[in-house]
């Protein structure tokens, strides 16, 4: 009989009118990795949720280390031994490594904590696991992938021998990944247990023991790594063949359509986030920005939209200076935009799929009349956009609130392509979106460049950066360190100007000028 620390049997899970999980099933042996994947809205993040006492269950059952929970909270989740990294990570910014992991579970000499027993007791999970993390840094002074490293041993130091790993490299460089491996592999081979949630498939295929597929709230298979691909996988998620690499055609190169020159704006707590960026992007190409979060993409992007003051330098649209302009004049000029927050600035969730795809074109004719709203041109319009971008529900009056996330990006992307800007900035565009939406985006993307659209492209997703890109702008530190051609790129000599280091044969190009 299989020694499985957890087993998921007929999960039922609704939210209201909502399916979220029909029929869920899920195991785990001791000293496994096992990943769990499915497309958006497939159910895996409420299984996990579920697990961990985040939500309660409306049928099924859950045995954890053989004992059959009733009813499960976050408190026992932790103290049966389970532990979860979500994707935002829940860390105090002014304090240090070991004060994060400690907090709420200080160990006490009599009424003072024992700070001592604290770093011996952290310590012994950095030495075993190679986890590389000075416990006295603050989490402001390291990186994003110690601060991953920070929120396991924060499990691990609660007792977790089981944990739940949420888009676990959703923001790691390939370098920070291949460290993080490691330590999976170490957990693994120390009989811990491993759960690893991701859209990257690659990914799942080099870690995992064992794959469960979920597909519109209901188990598909669970599969062994060495039985199966990533091309299987793929259809298994989506329930047809999927096609990831893009063929990316040579770039028509036309006019200049964005010009940045010598750019400095500032951070929410630096003065200067962005400091002297120059690039041009034109007709027919598609320039892709390469970087960690928090290196200034954000920022280079809302200055470029008119959504943060510029300090210094120039913004050109089009050969008109649109530098600390409106972002609706900025729009006029020949912007499109789909931000990186498609909730903060991409969706209003309140308002139904039609009403967020007629937005931008709302004051025109023939939407609107004087102060009249035509709802017949409306709904007309937005079904023509609901089936050319294969948005589900394909119902207009849906509310946005109630889609997965990659079909409210597809709301998003089919309302800034549909707008035929000169420009369009794409702002991490399959970001937290499934399989089947990042094929669909990435195809977009391609489409619209080969219509002579000009296209920023910013994207956490580095295969995504290389498989599309013309020319990949590395940003590090505020500043555009490297420009490299589509046919010189690749994950090692970008992941090195990512991480700030230099190229010994720098083919990186000053200029410009498209490859």
């Known amino acids: 009989m299989d020694d499985f620390v957890v087993e998921m049997k007929n999960i039922v899970k609704n939210f209201g009118q909502v399916h979220a999980i029909r029929d869920g099933q899920f195991s ?10 499915g497309e958006n809205g497939a159910g895996k993040s409420t299984m996990m949720n579920i697990l961990y006492g985040i939500y309660q269950r409306d049928s ?20 049966n031994g389970i532990g979860m990294v979500h994707q935002d990570f829940m860390l105090i910014n002014d304090l240090s490594v070991l004060e994060n992991i400690i907090l709420g579970w200080e160990p006490r000499k009599h009424l003072e904590i024992d700070f001592a027993k604290a770093e011996k007791d952290i ?34 130091y609660r007792g977790a021998d089981i944990l739940i790993l949420d888009e676990p490299t959703a923001i790691l460089t390939p370098q920070e990944c291949e460290k993080f491996f ?41 599969v062994n790594r060495a039985d199966t691909n990533t091309k299987e996988l793929a259809k298994m998620m989506v329930g047809r063949e999927v096609f990831l690499n893009i063929e990316r055609k040579k770039a028509n190169v036309g006019k200049t359509v964005l010009s940045v020159d010598n750019l400095w704006t500032s951070g929410e707590k630096e003065l200067s986030k962005i400091r002297g960026i120059s690039l041009d992007v034109h ?20 200055a470029i939209t008119g959504l943060r003051k510029v300090e210094r330098g120039k913004v050109m649209l089009n050969g008109k200076d649109v530098t600390n302009l409106s972002p609706k ?34 004051n025109q004719k023939p939407y609107t009349n004087g102060a009249k709203i035509n709802v017949k041109p ?22 946005t609130k109630t889609l997965s996330g990659g079909n409210a990006q597809k709301i998003v992307v089919a309302r800034e392509v549909d707008a035929d800007k000169d420009l369009l ?24 460049k080969q219509k002579g659209k000009a296209i920023l492209l910013v994207s956490a997703d580095l295969q995504e950066v290389l498989s599309l890109s013309d020319r990949i702008a590395v940003m590090y530190d505020g500043k555009i360190v490297g420009i490299i051609s589509a046919k010189d790129a690749n994950e090692n000599n970008v992941g090195v100007l990512m991480m700030g280091g230099t190229l010994q044969h720098d083919k990186t190009d000053e200029g410009s000028a498209a490859s």
Do not use: W
């Open 378 to 399: 409306i709904r007309d319009f937005s079904e023509k956009l609901i089936h050319k971008f294969d948005i589900r529900p394909d119902i207009p009056e849906m509310c």
């Open 28 to 37: 785990l042996r001791k000293g496994e990795i096992h990943s769990l994947v």
């Open 182 to 222: 490691e330590i999976l592999n170490n957990l693994k081979k120390d009989g811990k247990s491993v759960i690893f949630i991701s859209h990257k498939l690659n990914e799942v295929m080099e870690i995992s023991d064992r794959i469960t597929v979920m597909r519109q709230g209901q188990y598909v298979a669970t």
């Open 123 to 156: 310590r012994y999970y950095i030495d075993n696991y190679n986890m590389e993390i000075q416990p006295e840094k603050r989490i402001n002074q390291i990186s994003v992938g110690e601060a991953q490293r920070v929120e396991i041993i924060k499990t691990l």
């Open 283 to 302: 007709a027919g190409e598609i320039v892709g920005i390469a970087g960690v979060d928090g290196n200034g993409q954000t920022e280079f992007i809302e």
């Open 425 to 448: 900035i794409a702002a991490q565009p399959s970001r937290g979106v499934d399989i089947g939406a990042i094929e669909s985006i990435r195809n977009v993307l391609n489409e619209e």
């Open 60 to 79: 099924g059952s859950i045995a954890i280390k053989g004992k059959q929970m009733e009813k499960i909270t976050p408190k026992a989740a932790i103290e």
């Open 329 to 362: 004049k900025i729009r006029e000029t020949g912007l499109a935009h789909i931000p990186e927050d498609r909730n903060l600035r991409g969706l209003n969730r309140q308002m139904n799929i039609m009403e967020n795809l007629v937005a931008v074109k709302l």
